[in-house]
């Protein structure tokens, strides 16, 4: 999320255990840690989708966008 320009909170998946929680411990005020990638995507202003390109297709489909806000590039 983003308030006056600045980046307000940071939703993140839970794929690797491990770096969510680093990322979660060095930013504990900034970073929350998600299991449900469709909640991460309600709570976003701005997504984020990172996986390799034979996983697009079943993480997008398992999605769905909000037209007013979402725009896939």
């Given amino acids: ?10 939703v993140v998946s839970r794929r690797s255990k491990a770096k969510s929680d ?21 709570r976003a202003d701005i997504v984020f989708i990172t ?3 034979e996983q ?8 769905q966008f909000d037209t007013d806000r979402h725009d896939l590039v």
């Fill in 56 to 63: 697009t297709s079943q993480v997008l489909q398992s999605l």
């Fill in 1 to 10: 999320a983003t308030r006056d320009g600045l980046v307000s909170s940071i």
């Fill in 22 to 42: 680093q990322l979660q411990q060095a930013f504990p005020d900034l970073v929350t840690v998600c299991d449900d990638n469709q909640e991460i995507l309600d």
């Fill in 51 to 53: 996986v390799l390109p």
